[in-house]
């Protein structure tokens, strides 16, 4: 095992320098502390392994927070510069007795300076995290009652985790969730629910002051860091420290899911002193990126970068999904533990700049990730130098999909008819004159239509922006609800559809929702109750067909063969709001359009007149581009009504390359 230990008596005034590693040895670097826990000051002695034979190690986990001020550590003798929260967390690991075990810690085993060996290390910082004994999860000093947390984690995480309450996470929402319990090992549920059960009891964990403070714990940045969800994705042994306080990330996984499941059971919630249990939590909080995947990993369920990348459920209020500091780290934080990270063939490379790195992360899911969609880059940007195909995926690590979901997001169309890509041949398009070939996607696919009028939204209501006055309108109540109604039928009947009256407003109402309500596709009972709530008309339940109340039901309430699931006005007037809050979530961020052939759409608020609506293969809902010389820009996705489903690839439509800048 290559090693080798630097000179321990260097001239005092001399600051650390590192050694080159050998790659062929794939080397690293580790430490130990070479001071006693009593001292104020950090000393450490730094040696060079092999990956390939390396010794029992730790791994740090922590959050790099500020670089200045800096507070100088020793290594080999000589002083090196570190951030303050690193400075602390080493104090912390210490204190706990740990200073003979051979430690990794990015900032001191990576020479930051040097952009290839950086890329190298962080390429292999997978193995990294996932060979190391275990690893020191340091979520930063205590605060707003930490402690708290941790002595309760303390206190009954052991437990918790012998009873199993943490594989109840796996299903929870699914609604086969109660069907797995009836068909699992009987003592294991009664284990889990007697678990439950007396921890609602427990006094302490019934304390007014606890919430606050596991929302508080929740909410600090570890959390949502790209390479800390990494890190504990990949611990085979976590301990949890804050402050003086410590526990291991077993008990404390399962200490957090006694905390929900207290608060969600069934049980609890029947129970009149339990109701209140966790009140003010959300249930957000305790969705932790790094939590989940360690936990699908250990029922071999890994995530490939794609299902990381986005997250389909709302965030944490004040909790981004997952951030950093150097934005390439979003990509580069999560290659170690993505599923799919060697057929995407993506490495981390520092010479690279952020839109280069987005664009090959994308460009790769593209060619080589089935479940990726190109109209799952319709996010909004906040860089201006992206390829106009490409996410901002530091954006997106904010907002989620929440913000921003695709029209595909339920499954529902598929206007390719199954088609695919031709595969990638490896070679860029040719450039166009000023455009790289990196920023260029090919696409084969069929032009459909080009869009002739855009919604422009009316004059009397109090936002004129279309995409607003569409999301926003719809969403009012009284008068300005109904003359944006009024003003979107006039839109449509101005396009000249070529649509009898009937058609043209069930074509209407079906594209503000996407054809979706909460449940399932619009049907004809739909359409017919549609047309009297967009029209802002009175819908007596005396009225209804039998069809029309289990359509309407179905999409109301989650389970309607519950015995209070019958009919009422009340009922029915909650499915009018229900239907306008739909048509209000499908339109953020979109706009109506026709097209020169008579088709209506719903697409993203920038769409102009002159842009081209395209099917692309693999792509399962419709694409509009924008020419700009003999390239195309990405505009976004859209719900064109009548060819959804593949209909219009029955006829064999022209196929053409769409070179996309």
């Not at 090959?360 to 909004?380: I, K, N």
């Not at 309108?473 to 006039?490: D, H, M, N």
């Not at 509009?624 to 003999?630: G, S």
């Not at 820009?633 to 959804?644: E, K, L, P, T």
Request: with cysteine; hydrophobic share 40%.
């Amino acid at each position: 095992m290559p090693a080798m230990m630097a000179n321990l008596n260097p001239t005092p005034t001399a600051t650390f320098s590192y050694d080159s590693l050998s790659r062929e040895d794939r080397e690293l670097r580790l430490v130990r502390f070479s001071n006693s826990a009593s001292s104020t000051e950090v000393e450490l002695i730094l040696h060079r392994v092999s990956l390939n034979d390396p010794p029992s190690y730790h791994a740090l986990s922590y959050v790099w927070g500020d670089p200045t001020p800096t507070r100088s550590i020793r290594v080999n003798g000589r002083p090196l510069p570190v951030a303050h929260n690193l400075h602390q967390a080493l104090l912390d690991v210490r204190r706990g007795g740990d200073a003979q075990e051979w430690l990794w810690v990015d900032a001191i085993c990576i020479n930051q300076d040097n952009p290839e060996e950086r890329s190298r290390q962080v390429a292999q910082m997978g193995h990294i995290f996932g060979r190391a004994a275990l690893v020191y999860i340091w979520l930063g000093p205590s605060g707003d009652d930490s402690d708290a947390v941790l002595r309760m984690a303390q206190r009954i995480g052991a437990d918790a985790h012998r009873a199993g309450v943490a594989d109840l996470w796996f299903g929870w929402q699914s609604f086969k969730y109660r069907l797995e319990k009836l068909q699992e090992d009987a003592e294991s549920v009664e284990r889990r629910e007697s678990f439950l059960a007396q921890a609602l009891d427990d006094e302490e964990l019934r304390s007014p002051r606890l919430p606050a403070a596991i929302e508080s714990l929740l909410n600090r940045p570890n959390w949502c860091r790209a390479w800390i969800v990494q890190e504990i994705a990949l611990a085979r042994d976590g301990l949890v420290l804050c402050g003086a306080e410590r526990v291991s990330l077993d008990a404390f996984d399962a200490a957090l899911a006694t905390i929900f499941f207290c608060k969600n059971g069934d049980f609890a919630r029947g129970h009149p002193r339990w109701r209140d249990f966790g009140a003010g939590l959300n249930n957000n909080l305790f969705r932790l990126r790094g939590l989940v995947a360690r936990r699908q990993r250990r029922r071999n369920q890994k995530a490939g970068l794609l299902e990381f990348l986005l997250s389909d459920f709302l965030g944490a209020p004040g909790r981004p999904f997952y951030m950093a500091s150097d934005p390439r780290d979003i990509i580069f934080g999560l290659l170690g533990v993505a599923a799919d990270t060697e057929r995407l063939g993506l490495r981390p490379d520092y010479t690279q700049t952020v839109a280069e790195v987005y664009t090959a992360a994308t460009r790769a899911m593209v060619e080589r990730c089935p479940q990726y969609s190109l109209d799952y880059c319709a996010f909004p940007k906040d860089m201006d130098d992206l390829p106009t195909w490409v996410p901002d995926w530091q954006r997106v690590g904010r907002f989620g999909l929440a913000y921003g979901r695709p029209m595909s997001y339920r499954n529902l169309f598929n206007s390719s008819a199954d088609r695919v890509q031709p595969p990638p041949t490896g070679l860029f398009p040719t450039p166009a004159e000023g455009i790289p070939a990196w920023r260029v996607l090919r696409q084969r696919g069929c032009s459909v239509d080009v869009v002739a009028t855009v919604f422009a939204g009316d004059e009397q209501c109090s936002c004129t922006e279309p995409a607003l006055t569409l999301s926003r309108a719809l969403a009012w109540q009284g008068e300005q609800r109904t003359r944006i109604l009024q003003a979107i039928l006039k839109f449509a009947i101005a396009a000249h559809l070529e649509l009898d009256g009937a058609q043209l407003e069930t074509v209407l109402w079906r594209t503000v929702v996407a054809d979706f309500v909460s449940v399932e596709r619009c049907t004809v009972d739909y359409d017919a109750l549609a047309v009297r709530i967009y029209r802002q008309q009175p819908v007596p339940v005396a009225t209804l067909t039998e069809a029309q109340v289990g359509f309407m039901l179905r999409n109301t309430y989650p389970f309607p063969h519950r015995p209070d699931a019958i009919a009422t006005q009340v009922k029915v007037d909650e499915y009018s709001g229900l239907l306008l809050r739909i048509a209000a979530a499908t339109c953020r961020g979109r706009t109506l359009f026709a097209t020169a052939g008579g088709r209506l759409g719903l697409g993203p608020e920038n769409v102009q007149t002159g842009d081209v609506v395209t099917i692309l293969l693999g792509t399962p809902v419709p694409i509009v581009l924008r020419p700009a010389a003999d390239r195309f820009r990405y505009v976004g996705d859209a719900y064109v009504h009548g060819i959804m489903d593949g209909q219009l690839m029955k006829g064999d439509p022209l196929e053409e390359d769409f070179d996309i800048a």
